[in-house]
T-cell receptor, first 117, second 117 residues
Framework: AQSVAQPEDQVNVAEGNPLTVKCTYS??????LFWYVQYPNRGLQFLLK????DNLVKGSYGFEAEFNKSQTSFHLKKPSALVSDSALYFC?????WGGGTASKLTFGTGTRLQVTL | EAQVTQNPRYLITVTGKKLTVTCSQN?????MSWYRQDPGLGLRQIYY???????DKGDVPEGYKVSRKEKRNFPLILESPSPNQTSLYFC????????????????FGAGSRLTVL
């Protein structure tokens, strides 16, 4: 069964500092990996995805993530955090070759990012 | 504007009173899904649909029903709501076929906050 772990419930960072939100996954095959962001009273918005190719993927709002197959990780990063980045971030995984569950997207429990001045 | 629309956004009801949360998308997406979001548990899939008249259970289907009579609509039905179904519900859709633009990326509705007393 596929799973996602986000080990930190909350990450605190000062504006202007780099940020990292951690994600590790478990699937039987090669994964599709995603990051979504949720702002207060809003639905989830897509940030970026890894399907294949370059391990470093760039997404919206200056975010990027690196796929590391040996460590089964897909950490979200941004070189310089903004107060407006404060939100709830979800990592998600899909195993497209997972037979009956190939369409299934499994989400982590979410990490709240708090960026302060 | 491409979007997923859910209604109602907020609802307070009582145990046992049947209710329906509607979901409609205007992107001609084949795949639609319902999730519930609970603190500390992230998003859990309730039901999903690969296409018209094709639905299947997710991780937490108990107490819910769905139907997919038309491609754009995917209502979530609670026949006899109970307090443990108090949650934030999200509908989402995506293109099913890998070659389509935006395939793999879920578009979420704004959410429906349901309270069952």
């Amino acid at each position: 069964a596929q799973s996602v772990a986000q080990p930190e419930d909350q990450v605190n960072v000062a504006e202007g500092n780099p940020l990292t939100v951690k994600c590790t996954y478990s699937v039987s095959g090669n994964p599709y990996l995603f990051w979504y962001v949720q702002y207060p009273n809003r639905g989830l918005q897509f940030l970026l995805k890894y399907i294949t190719g370059d391990n470093l993927v760039k997404g919206s709002y200056g975010f990027e993530a690196e796929f590391n197959k040996s460590q089964t990780s897909f950490h979200l990063k941004k070189p310089s955090a903004l107060v407006s980045d404060s939100a709830l971030y979800f990592c998600a995984v899909r195993d497209p070759w997972g037979g009956g569950t190939a369409s299934k997207l499994t989400f982590g429990t979410g990490t709240r990012l708090q960026v302060t001045l | 504007e491409a979007q997923v629309t859910q209604n109602p956004r907020y609802l307070i009801t009582v145990t046992g009173k049947k209710l329906t949360v509607t979901c409609s998308q205007n992107m001609n997406h084949e795949y639609m899904s319902w999730y519930r979001q609970d603190p500390g548990l992230g998003l859990r899939q309730i039901y999903y649909s690969m296409n018209v008249e094709v639905t299947d259970k997710g991780d937490v289907p108990e107490g819910y029903k769905v139907s997919r009579k038309e491609k754009r609509n995917f209502p979530l039905i609670l026949e006899s709501p109970s307090p443990n179904q108090t949650s934030l519900y999200f509908c989402a859709s995506r293109a099913r076929h890998e070659g389509r633009l935006g395939a793999n990326v879920l578009t979420f509705g704004a959410g429906s906050r349901l309270t069952v007393l």
